[in-house]
């Protein structure tokens, strides 16, 4: 069974601190990647996705990440968070194999202070 | 676009009653997902569908939960009875199942309190 651990459950910048969140999965097949933000009181929206190509991954609102095979990672980045930036970020895997399906890791709650 | 619906928003009743949650999904879309996420457990996938037929239903918890899809743009999650430790928020999400790399759209949820 895939399963994915994302390393910080609490992270707490200034803003314009530079922010990389850690996401580690295992699974032995072929592997689509996502990172989905949910805002306080919403409901969780992409953020970007990887499943094939180049592997650093833009995404919205200046976030990236880099999908590094040999690591089983996909850490999520930005030079310079922004206090509207709080939120919680989750790191998911998705398997398809004639239907589609994620499995989500326990997300990151990220505190920006202004 | 109408993103994924889900009602109510928000659901208190007592333990013992029975609570009915509803999904339309992104019209479509023809994979359907229910996920309950609380503190301790994060974010859990209960079932999913695909054109209509539950695919995997092993993340409902027990006999008390039940979730059907009578057609491609509705789907209830039901819980009987229900009990104080099914209170968490209930996501139903959507996806196009054909390729890799679909993501799946979410609702608002439904934050369901069981007193």
């Known amino acids: 069974a895939q399963s994915v651990s994302q390393h910080n459950h609490h992270v707490i910048l200034s803003e314009a601190a530079s922010l990389e969140l850690g996401c580690n999965y295992s699974y032995g097949g072929t592997v689509n990647l996502f990172w989905y933000v949910q805002y306080p009181g919403q409901h969780l929206q992409l953020l970007l996705k990887?499943?094939?190509?180049?592997?650093l991954v833009k995404g919205i609102k200046g976030f990236e990440a880099e999908f590094i095979k040999s690591k089983f990672s996909f850490n999520l980045r930005k030079p310079s968070v922004q206090w509207s930036d709080t939120a919680e970020y989750f790191c998911?895997?998705?398997?398809?194999?004639?239907?589609?399906?994620?499995?989500f890791g326990k997300g990151t709650m990220l505190l920006v202070s202004p | 676009d109408a993103g994924v619906i889900q009602s109510p928003r928000h659901e208190v009743t007592e333990m013992g009653q029975e609570v009915t949650l509803r999904c339309k999904p992104i019209s479509g879309h023809n994979s359907l997902f229910w996920y309950r996420q609380t503190m301790m457990r994060g974010l859990e996938l209960l079932i999913y569908f695909n054109n209509n037929v539950p695919i995997d239903d092993s993340g409902m918890p027990e006999d008390r939960f039940s979730a059907k899809m009578p057609n491609a743009s509705f789907s209830t999650l039901k819980i009987q009875p229900s009990e104080p430790r099914d209170s968490a928020v209930y996501f139903c999400?959507?996806?196009?199942?054909?390729?890799?790399?679909?993501?799946?759209?979410f609702g608002d949820g439904t934050r369901l309190s069981i007193l």
């Open positions: 999400a959507s996806s196009l199942a054909q390729g890799e790399g679909q993501p799946q759209h």
């Open positions: 990887y499943f094939s190509g180049d592997p």
């Open positions: 998911a895997v998705g398997r398809y194999s004639g239907y589609s399906t994620l499995t």
